[in-house]
């Protein structure tokens, strides 16, 4: 088997509407390297269009119908996303008043993964950092995947990339059923708990998305869940009979707090024993066939703290060994051994003045449950007080989880809630950051403004203190203000020492 090179007809000359946005860049990235022409618009210029242009792509600031024309002959498909972009943006109309074909980001990404071997990763949380380890574990073991991710890694600083190997490794979102526009060879699935509910309008039509989904694995793929869920473990049990029938493996991993839910589901993967040290933690773990000739037990560094990241690693070895077993279980581990993370997920930002500043893109209370779980162990360990500083992700799910967010940031020492980002949606009477920082149980404060979190942190920060920025919103680019304002915060305590 050897590696597509030729683009799939009709994708020779792609303008996408919203270029700059993550999955959309990637995108973009993978039709240059493999000889497209790619043009573009966005709302805003930013880090990621300048990398575009440098790569040969047309982008234009701002929406207009002349856009089509930015490429010598027209686009011959427009690319937008189904969430973001809405059916009356210009250049959407003038397509279609043209005749130009439309499609969606993940009907395109599924033409680019003809002839792979396709491991994607799915599930309500942990897709970003799961896909991230899977592919420089592949990449450790020479195996030079294409990938198209959420986030960006640290080790390459990109999101995407068309590679020389015969194996794709992608995300497969949920949150508008667009996973089920691909055909996977193997799925990992790491949980499943309702959100999204926006779109789907119930937690049942959220879950079913995840049983369509595993339909479409191939005769002869694999399906990988962890059985430390309870929502992934019942998949596992629903769909079972039905994958086997149709060839397809069906492996848990994890300790199997829920294998109950999933009778007859091998635990190949099993997490034996875990001891953290600061932000890192090393697993004792054990494989069982068919991922190995026989069991064996092995240790599994993870550079990021927290169960949850610990079982996404192990998510990850699984889903690389099915894909590609010619790479190995010791170059697998080791990939993941040297793991340099990923763009906000537990990114280390800096320390001034003794206070330690990490930024996590958590927006869904068991995600930030999950974070500060893991932040009160590097804490625990290091000593000085939690400080969680939450932006809300959209109105809906602020007002649908607020109570659980409330008790999600508790775990913190102190809490600081900024008003909600809305994104796509408009806002809501009575919805707002206050819904969450009224309900908290330790200290804790609205800012209703996210310009005025610097001062705020800088305020409660003291020396051996861990700051963490929490949200899918906007409040990453705060957190330099947030490094200035408690360094002018020292400046000032040191002077006044001083006089």
Do not use: W
Request: glycine share 12%; with cysteine.
């Amino acid at each position: 088997m050897t590696a597509p090179t030729a683009l799939p007809s009709g994708l020779e000359r792609v303008h996408m509407v919203g270029i700059g946005g993550a999955g959309m860049s990637g995108l973009a990235r993978i039709l240059l390297a493999r000889g497209g022409q790619v043009s573009g618009s966005d709302g805003r210029d930013g880090r990621g269009l300048v990398a575009l242009r440098a790569q040969g792509a047309h982008v234009r600031i701002g929406h207009d119908p002349s856009a089509l024309d930015l490429l010598v002959g027209g686009a011959t498909v427009v690319v937008t996303t189904q969430a973001a972009i809405p059916d009356d943006n210009p250049e959407l109309v003038e397509a279609r008043r043209r005749g130009i074909p439309v499609l969606y980001r993940p009907q395109v990404l599924a033409r680019l993964m003809d002839g792979y071997r396709t491991l994607l990763i799915s599930g309500t949380h942990g897709k970003t950092s799961t896909t991230s380890m899977a592919v420089v574990a592949l990449q450790h073991g020479a195996v030079d995947p294409s990938f198209a991710i959420g986030g960006e890694l640290n080790e390459s600083g990109t999101n995407a990339h068309h590679g020389s190997g015969t194996v794709f490794v992608a995300e497969a979102d949920e949150s508008d059923g667009s996973l089920l526009q691909y055909r996977p060879d193997v799925v990992v699935v790491t949980n499943i708990e309702a959100d999204h509910l926006d779109f789907f309008g119930s937690e049942d039509a959220y879950v079913k998305v995840f049983d369509d989904f595993t339909e479409l694995i191939r005769p002869g793929g694999a399906l990988v869940v962890c059985l430390d869920d309870s929502g992934a473990a019942a998949l596992a049990g629903r769909r079972a009979t039905a994958l086997a029938e149709a060839g397809v493996k069906v492996v848990g991993y994890g300790r199997g707090t829920h294998a109950d839910q999933a009778p007859g589901i091998p635990l190949v993967g099993e997490l034996i024993d875990l001891v953290s040290r600061g932000t890192a933690s090393r697993a004792h773990v054990r494989l069982h066939p068919p991922v190995v000739g026989e069991s064996a037990d092995r240790t599994l560094t993870v550079t990021l703290p927290g169960v949850h990241m610990t079982l996404n690693a192990l998510g990850a070895l699984l889903g690389c060994l099915f894909v590609a077993p010619e790479v190995g279980v010791d170059a697998v581990i080791a990939g993941i051994d040297g793991f340099g993370g990923v763009h906000r997920r537990f990114e280390d930002r800096g320390v001034v003045a003794g206070v330690r500043v990490y930024d996590d893109y958590a927006h869904h209370p068991t995600e930030v449950r999950a974070v500060l779980t893991a932040a009160r162990g590097v804490v625990r360990a290091t000593g000085g007080r939690l400080l969680a500083v939450f932006q809300p992700h959209l109105y809906s799910r602020t007002a649908q989880f607020a109570a659980e967010f409330a008790e999600a940031l508790s775990l913190a020492d102190e809490v600081v809630v900024a008003d909600v980002y809305g994104a796509r949606e408009e806002p809501q009477p009575g919805v707002t950051g206050r819904l969450i920082s009224d309900a908290v149980t330790v200290p804790a404060v609205f800012v209703d403004a996210v310009t005025a979190l610097p001062e705020a942190v800088a305020r409660r920060a003291r020396p051996g203190d861990l700051v963490l920025t929490i949200g899918a919103g906007d409040i990453t680019m705060h957190v330099p203000y947030i490094l200035a304002a408690l360094e002018a915060a020292a400046t000032a305590d040191q002077a006044a020492r001083d006089s």
